[in-house]
């Protein structure tokens, strides 16, 4: 097993190594230590520090014959379209407000899908849908507090 504790940079498009990917959901690229094995059966142990998430493309091993690289999976995500900036506020807040976790980019909320969400946003007449794609949390590591 290969033992990570660092990230060693981010893929180049021009690489020409055989690279070998690690596909992770959101919630397994903030965990800091796992176990974690290639596409093609390469066993990775993580041990970064604590906080550090991976992202799509960051570099966890390499030598003269390949690179081992993090790849984000698709998943069931809620997209919410915003028609304005004033909108696009009330529905980060919205979603943030119920502790789900956001990624914000050109006019467009995603979060983790949850039909529960969905049905609220439909109701109050939020243009939405399902779909399956890569998610990234946007804004760093959860945390917790109590109303």
Same mark, same amino acid.
């Given at each position: 097993?290969?033992?990570? $504790?660092?990230?060693?940079?981010?893929?180049?498009?021009d690489?020409?190594?055989?690279?070998?990917?690690?596909?992770?959901?959101w919630?397994?690229?903030?965990r800091?230590?796992?176990?974690?094995?290639?596409? /093609?059966? /390469?066993?990775?142990?993580?041990k970064?520090?604590?906080?550090?998430?991976?992202?799509?493309?960051?570099?966890?091993? $390499?030598?003269?014959?390949? !690179?081992?690289? !993090?790849?984000?999976?698709?998943?069931?995500?809620?997209?919410? %379209?915003?028609?304005?900036? /004033?909108?696009?506020?009330?529905?980060? %807040?919205?979603?943030?407000?119920?502790?789900?976790?956001?990624? !914000?980019?050109?006019?467009?909320?995603?979060?983790? %899908?949850?039909?529960?969400?969905?049905? %609220?946003?439909?109701?109050?007449? !939020?243009?939405?849908?399902?779909?399956? $794609?890569?998610? /990234?949390?946007?804004?760093?590591?959860?945390?917790?507090?109590?109303?």
């Open positions: 097993m290969i033992l990570v $504790e660092e990230i060693r940079g981010r893929l180049c498009a690489e020409s190594r055989r690279v070998e990917r690690v596909a992770l959901g919630e397994d690229r903030l800091s230590r796992q176990r974690v094995r290639t596409d /093609t059966g /390469t066993e990775l142990g993580v970064l520090p604590t906080g550090q998430p991976l992202k799509e493309g960051d570099v966890l091993f $390499e030598d003269g014959e390949r !690179v081992v690289v !993090v790849a984000a999976i698709p998943e069931d995500v809620l997209v919410l %379209y915003a028609e304005s900036e /004033t909108e696009m506020g009330r529905l980060c %807040y919205q979603v943030g407000n119920r502790h789900a976790p956001i990624c !914000v980019q050109d006019g467009r909320v995603l979060t983790p %899908y949850d039909s529960v969400l969905e049905a %609220y946003f439909v109701k109050m007449g !939020v243009r939405c849908e399902k779909a399956k $794609e890569p998610f /990234t949390h946007d804004f760093g590591a959860f945390h917790s507090h109590h109303h």
